[in-house]
């Protein structure tokens, strides 16, 4: 498809995308995705298509996201425009009908937004759907939205369900079917309490009324100094015949909370036409990231989920092991690296401490560590090819259903 950037408006300067397969993947040229490339910036990226209408049909969404660069704060999601956008002016007021994706915002609070417009509102999801590590790692994570034309849902990553349900209990889009009974009264002798005192628990006639007593079985040691002295039994004991103040008991009662009734509520009226879109026509990145290196691919808007699977096991099925390993890899090389320099300066360091005449032997120095450390670039470039070349061998044929 032919997608429109937006890079700069009169009231915000928009990030640019870029064209690649990252830092890891299966198949450079294949897992090639849009890719936000500036920090600290909104984007704008679209893409329009002949409208088509979701009426009595099941509507599909289905995209990739990987965060290779380890999102902290920005969005992830994707929009479902009308045919009446002007696509050289997205921004975070433009109409839109659907937007589904992953919500990134600080530790603990990352969710999978589904919002829908209905009558001139954006209804968020009732139930918060969580981003699990599974969702936000820095690996390539399909996400499917499933909205079928008998008003039920479904939310998938990996192709695993996470959230699944009807619209109308899930969403707000309708007064709630009961409320209070209007006409409803407490009684008034009513008792909300749950429990009273036993008034027939009765104190015995040998309770002491001591919470401890001298423990009878004490003994004092032979080497014990007198001038403290000595009393029977050292170290209280917990006494059994004292188990609370008499009257402490309690009993439940046979009102307790009252229950306001509920009944049929009058302004609630079904309506078979719930996230019905008659002219969906643009699909679109409007976003916002603190730190940018997410890469969207493989965008599918259909209405046969079985074909979902297809392509889902044509794309990612294939790639995840290959670029998973090649990942682990480039993190334990860059682990490495950073080892290394820490080293390296440390010993540098210490080297000047130690030679106070070694301003003329510091280029040398620096010569030599120049060296060595292309020398390891080249070991650890040609440990990484044939980690790669291994694995990709082992994987290139192999399709791993969803």
């Known amino acids: 498809p032919c997608w429109l950037s937006i890079l700069y408006s009169s009231v915000l300067d928009y990030g640019k995308f870029q064209l690649t397969a990252g830092k890891f993947y299966g198949d450079k040229e294949k897992d090639k995705g849009l890719q936000t490339s500036e920090d600290a910036k909104f984007y704008a990226l679209s893409t329009r298509f002949k409208?088509?209408?979701?009426?009595?049909?099941?509507?599909?969404?289905?995209?990739?996201?990987?965060?290779?660069?380890?999102?902290?704060?920005?969005?992830?999601y994707v929009k479902l425009f009308p045919d009446t956008l002007n696509q050289e002016d997205v921004h975070s007021e433009s109409k839109y009908y659907i937007m589904f994706g992953p919500d990134i915002c600080?530790?603990?609070?990352?969710?999978?937004?589904?919002?829908?417009?209905?009558?001139?509102?954006?209804?968020?999801?009732?139930?918060?759907?969580?981003?699990?590590?599974?969702c936000i790692n820095k690996d390539t994570h399909p996400c499917t939205l499933i909205i079928r034309s008998n008003a039920t849902y479904e939310v998938k990553i990996n192709n695993q369900q996470v959230a699944a349900g009807d619209l109308e209990d899930d969403w707000a889009f309708l007064?709630?079917?009961?409320?209070?009974?209007?006409?409803?009264?407490?009684?008034?002798?009513?008792?909300?309490?749950?429990?009273i005192e036993d008034p027939e628990d009765k104190k015995p006639e040998d309770w002491e009324g001591f919470e401890y007593?001298?423990?009878?079985?004490?003994?004092?040691?032979?080497?014990?100094?007198?001038?403290?002295?000595?009393?029977?039994?050292?170290?209280?004991?917990?006494?059994?015949?004292?188990?609370?103040?008499?009257?402490?008991?309690?009993?439940?009662?046979?009102?307790?909370e009252w229950i306001h009734p509920e009944t049929d509520s009058p302004k609630y009226k079904p309506d078979p036409t719930i996230c019905h879109y008659y002219n969906i026509s643009v699909l679109g990145l409007d976003l916002w990231q603190v730190k940018s290196g997410s890469i969207f691919d493989n965008f599918l808007l259909t209405n046969d989920e079985k074909f979902v699977e297809e392509i889902g096991s044509k794309t990612w099925g294939i790639r995840k092991h290959i670029e998973k390993q090649w990942r682990e890899l480039y993190e334990e090389m860059e682990k490495r690296k950073?080892?290394?320099?820490?080293?390296?300066?440390?010993?540098?360091?210490?080297?000047?401490?130690?030679?106070?005449?070694?301003?003329?032997?510091?280029?040398?120095?620096e010569d030599s560590a120049e060296e060595s450390g292309n020398n390891r670039q080249l070991k650890e470039d040609g440990a990484e090819r044939a980690f790669l070349d291994k694995h990709v061998k082992v994987h290139n044929d192999q399709k791993d259903e969803l």
């Open 51 to 76: 409208p088509f209408s979701n009426v009595n049909k099941t509507l599909v969404v289905q995209f990739s996201v990987k965060h290779e660069q380890g999102i902290d704060c920005g969005g992830g």
């Open 106 to 134: 600080g530790f603990g609070n990352n969710k999978l937004q589904v919002i829908f417009h209905y009558q001139g509102k954006y209804h968020k999801n009732n139930k918060a759907i969580k981003c699990r590590d599974e």
């Open 175 to 195: 007064p709630p079917r009961k409320i209070k009974d209007p006409y409803a009264r407490k009684p008034r002798k009513w008792d909300e309490r749950l429990q």
């Open 213 to 256: 007593i001298p423990d009878p079985e004490a003994k004092k040691p032979d080497d014990w100094n007198e001038a403290n002295g000595w009393g029977m039994g050292r170290g209280p004991i917990p006494n059994l015949k004292d188990n609370g103040n008499p009257g402490s008991l309690t009993i439940p009662i046979n009102q307790g």
């Open 338 to 365: 950073q080892e290394e320099e820490a080293k390296k300066k440390k010993e540098k360091e210490k080297e000047r401490e130690d030679d106070i005449w070694g301003i003329e032997e510091e280029g040398s120095e």
